[in-house]
């Protein structure tokens, strides 16, 4: 079996998972970017965790960021995953894949393929020749927490999604035909819903698997993979990389290469697209409307407010059919929505986004988040000095595309399903020799 795949950027990993009388329900946790504005959610994972072992203990939730000393937190875990290897916490399993079904509450379930993949191949700063590519811009101020987890950290584990444009089917789905042996079937904390896995082990197998990823390359110059969810701790991987790379003349194949990843079809029945909302707090909001009146000055820009909600409703279902960009909000006090008639940028989120980042500049006491789901959007968006912009799903068939010709989408374009499907994390890799 070869480990190395360099014209498609695939490594074969040897996983880690937790030893038999670790409980898998509080070890595996939701990736750490997840739920930033409800802290309450990370405090009920903590009561959940108890004194077991957990993932919880190897990441930094981005919730947390502000409370407490980020240095000892990272130290803290990089500690405890040295006390994990040591304790025998976690187990290394045989070179190999992980096929895994994950129920998220659809008519079929999600499907993927945990691989490593080669940071060689991706570069977020001008991603537009690689094998592995950005579907949203980088956002810089987010990398050094993540490079500082990852830059003293013996092992990873992974919440990264990377997708593949596979309308025949041929990587993923195939594999479930085999008679595979079970690595794991559990159900997830916290609505999280049930999990599959199976060890994907045979050289063979593993063999077909790259040659028929191989025949995925799309444009030129080819890409075969685009980022799905966990941009940033990609890139925040090909960060330390280069510097063990100017630092330490490290071997050619020395682990910190590769990044674990959970490869899935963009294709799949259970992988939806779903949009991501921007909430502002501590801003006037008559000050907000009046910026963004001025910033779309010359693009018919138009704000209409509603006294009850049906009213709201049926005006924002009536825009799906009508030109430019239509887009919701709600405050502590009112309905409304905002219309701009000649749009200069192609998605509404790209001109939101354009608007917000300017207006943050020149309003350092306002802050901006990003939400999954319109129910929570609607509850945070009740507070005083909140607004809160309800944003469309993106067409999951033009992403491939749209990144082939257009290069990377504006950061937070696009979500992988609601905040409760997103990834656990659960296995895990040695990154240091």
Known sequence: MKRHHPDIALHVPALLLPA?????????????????????????????????????HLVLPEAELGHG????????????????????????????FMLVEREVGRAVPRRGLVVALDLECFDYRDGTRQLIRSTEGTDANRLPARVAVRRNAPLETPHILVLIDDPECTVIEPLFKRNLEPAYDFELMQGGRRIRG?????????????????????????????MGDGNHSFAAARAVWEDIKANESPAAD???R????????????????APIHRLLAGVDTE??????????????????????RDAWLRAWGETATQA????????????????????RLRLETASLQHFLDGFLETHPGAAIDYIHGDDTLATLAREEDRVGFLLPAMDKRDLFPTVLDDGAAPRKTFSLGEAREKRYYLE??????
Request: aromatic residues 8%.
């Open 287 to 308: 000050m907000l409307f009046a910026a963004m009146a001025a910033h779309f000055l010359d693009a018919e820009f138009d704000r209409r407010t509603f006294g009850d």
């Open 258 to 273: 590769y990044a674990l990843a959970e490869l899935a079809n963009v294709h799949d029945g259970g992988l939806e697209f």
């Open 69 to 96: 000393d980020r240095t000892a937190a990272i130290a803290a875990i990089n500690r405890r995953m040295g006390q994990y290897l040591d304790d025998g916490v976690l187990a290394e399993q045989r070179p190999g």
């Open 254 to 256: 020395h682990p910190a």
């Open 198 to 226: 199976w060890r994907v082990d045979d050289g063979d197998v593993i063999d077909a698997i790259a040659a028929r990823i191989a025949r995925l390359r799309r444009g030129e110059p080819p890409m075969i993979y685009a």
């Open 324 to 343: 430019g960009h239509h887009i919701p909000y709600l405050t502590a006090t009112e309905r409304g929505l905002v219309c701009i008639g000649q749009p």
């Open 20 to 56: 038999a009388e670790v409980p898998l329900a509080s070890w595996s946790v939701i990736a750490c970017d997840q739920h930033t504005s409800q802290p309450e959610y990370w405090q009920e994972t903590r009561r959940l965790v108890g004194g077991n072992p957990s993932t919880l």
């Open 428 to 433: 895990c890799r040695r990154i240091r020799p």
